[in-house]
């Protein structure tokens, strides 16, 4: 499957081409999507935990399964854990 993280202009859009571009029914994990967002959007400011949250975001919106698999402790998450 062919992304478009070289068109993208923005950090939403470099996330919202790293969630289309994962296989259809697979998991989105939120440690590959802070990675490739560092990669290809140099630009970004963003924290680690703000980038997995807006890509989770994206994902739910594309009814797509998230993997929380960013190390939750040093990204300062603000998504709850279940007990």
Known sequence: ?????GRASSVAEVAESFVRSRKPFSVVS??????IV??????????EGELAELVA?????????????LDL?????EIGRAA
């Not at 939120?30 to 990675?35: E, F, L, S, W």
């Not at 560092?38 to 970004?44: G, I, L, T, V, W």
């Open 1 to 5: 499957m062919q992304d478009n993280f």
């Open 30 to 35: 939120t440690r590959d999507a802070v990675t």
């Open 38 to 47: 560092r990669k290809e959007a140099a630009f970004c400011e963003h924290t």
């Open 57 to 69: 975001a994206i994902a739910v919106r594309h009814g797509r399964l998230v993997a929380f698999d």
């Open 73 to 77: 402790d040093d990204a300062g998450l």
